[in-house]
């Protein structure tokens, strides 16, 4: 899957091929985080857009027969008619909001991504790879369920009876009405977007979002409670400082904060791996859970003070920066996902940044995909190093681990990782040097030159602090 993104911000035409893992590096206003808010704008349009219009023949043998199926390729036609121009232009006043630009800024804008493989290949694999399917309660002895047929292709749609209609087991009697055809056109959507790359995003942002968490959700309470009045001065503040409001990254972030406490009510997909999660408790230090107070804002507590209780505006910067990551492995992750992290190393210690690197490469091992930008050097590093670690024998394999002290789950194959540098006008792949990693430019010659300075420096001050004959003969 390769993104494409023209004239947004200071980025004037680069492409990015997404691996399992992928880092980007570069210097300060290169264009990093607007690349990042692009690719999440466009995967979340794109899932924002699913689309299918049943055929009146469909419609029919489903109310006829309880059960209509649907090509694969039906599906993938239906899905690329949003490539067209009227995509393209509709799109353009959608980037200007998701980036919180005024739409003149987007009008030459493009995003876009091509597929390595054809998008009929895709979603093919994607249906076949497992019978995910999707259930609705229609009414209460019947419900909807929309998956894959395992006998072909296609995705069938099929109303089922709950339990058997009597002792006999006869069938449910049809014709169906068409508001239950209705129920389907509602459920197909979810079923489709369950195969689509989804972007979740964690900013350079959450820091404060962590720290006003408790502000954010009183606020938003005052506005749902707010009458007509309060609510029009409301607006004519906002229209007076012609506020535009924030990018969707951010928007998603405090949405998190808003809700924090219904998310922590579901199960990650993640959180069925004991292992990273015995490592992501290594790198927070501990464990976090919303609060009974009315704020059910989110509580800190310390693996080694295990009875004490924080508040977030009590903890280091390094626990607030944690909080979303933590909650996204353990009560928002899904499959088919892409974690998008901005400055991962944001208020953490070297050693951190080397425990947030294992981290991720557990994460990629279990599946999920995830792109970073950084400007680490010590995160950059870690991940060449268990790279480098990573052996097809055995034998070499146990001794690289043992030498770095660290699991299987937390090497990484050269292939599955890709680095990129990037400048305003371009965007460089690294190549893997074998046995090393990646050589990344903009941090190797920056050490260089403040090692040369520093050694030369202190040459210096060593030769001030001599005697002069020193250097002459003895």
């Known amino acids: ?25 570069g ?4 264009g990093k985080t607007y690349l990042l808010y692009a690719m999440h704008s466009l995967l979340s349009y794109i899932r924002r857009r699913v689309t299918y219009e049943f ?17 694969v390729k039906d599906i993938v036609q239906s899905y690329a008619s949003m490539f067209n121009e009227g995509f393209k232009i509709s799109y353009s006043e959608v980037l200007a909001r998701d980036l919180a630009l005024p739409k003149s800024k987007t009008q030459s804008s493009e995003v876009f991504l091509s597929l390595d493989k054809g998008m009929n290949e895709v979603i093919s694999e994607l249906i076949s790879s497992e019978s995910r399917s999707v259930r609705g309660r229609y009414t209460k002895d019947f419900r909807l369920c929309i998956g894959h047929d395992e006998n072909s292709e296609n995705v069938v749609c099929e109303y089922l009876p709950q339990q058997t209609m009597d002792s006999q087991g006869a069938d449910p009697l049809f014709p169906l009405q068409k508001s239950a055809f209705e129920a389907v056109e509602w459920l197909f959507p979810i079923f489709v977007q369950r195969f689509l790359l989804r972007p979740f995003i964690i900013t350079c942002e959450r820091n404060g979002v962590a720290m006003f968490g408790a502000e954010l959700r009183l606020f938003n309470s005052y506005i749902f409670d707010a009458g007509n009045v309060e609510f029009e001065r409301l607006q004519k503040v906002k229209q007076k400082f012609e506020f535009k409001g924030y990018p969707l990254p951010i928007r998603r972030e405090l949405e998190f904060a808003m809700n924090v406490r219904d ?30 107070d009315m704020s059910g804002w989110v509580r800190f507590i ?6 004490k209780s924080l508040v977030i505006s009590e903890c280091s910067s390094s626990v607030r920066s944690l909080v979303e990551l933590d909650y996204y492995i353990r009560h928002m992750s899904g499959k ?4 998008i992290i901005d400055e991962p190393e944001l208020d953490l210690h070297p050693s951190n940044q080397r425990k947030f690197a294992r981290l991720i490469a557990r994460i990629v091992n279990a599946g999920t995909r995830v792109l970073v930008a ?11 190093s268990l790279i480098a670690a990573y052996s097809e024998r055995d034998d070499i394999r146990r001794r690289n681990m043992k030498i770095l002290q660290c699991n299987q789950d937390e090497l990484m194959s050269s292939n599955d990782v890709s680095c990129y540098v990037i400048t305003r006008d371009s965007i460089t792949p690294m190549e893997i040097e074998p046995g090393f990693g990646y050589p990344i430019k903009s941090f190797d010659d920056d050490i260089q030159r403040f090692n ?23």
């Open 452 to 474: 040369d300075a520093y050694n030369e420096l202190r040459s210096s001050i060593v030769h001030d602090g001599e005697p002069e004959d020193c250097y002459g003969e003895s």
């Open 55 to 71: 055929s009146d023949a469909d419609k029919e043998n489903f109310c006829n027969t309880g059960r209509c199926s649907i090509s």
């Open 336 to 339: 088919n996902d892409l974690l």
């Open 27 to 30: 210097k300060n206003n290169s």
């Open 302 to 307: 310390p693996t080694e003070e295990s009875q």
């Open 374 to 384: 950084t400007h680490s050097d010590h995160f950059a590093r870690e991940i060449n």
């Open 1 to 25: 899957m390769t993104f494409t993104v023209k004239n947004v911000g200071p980025i004037k035409d680069i492409s990015i091929k997404l691996n399992k893992l992928t880092m980007l590096c």
């Open 263 to 292: 998310i922590e009510q579901r199960t990650g997909a993640l959180a069925k791996n004991d292992a990273l999660l015995i490592s992501l408790a290594g790198l927070t230090g501990g464990s976090y859970s919303t609060s009974d």
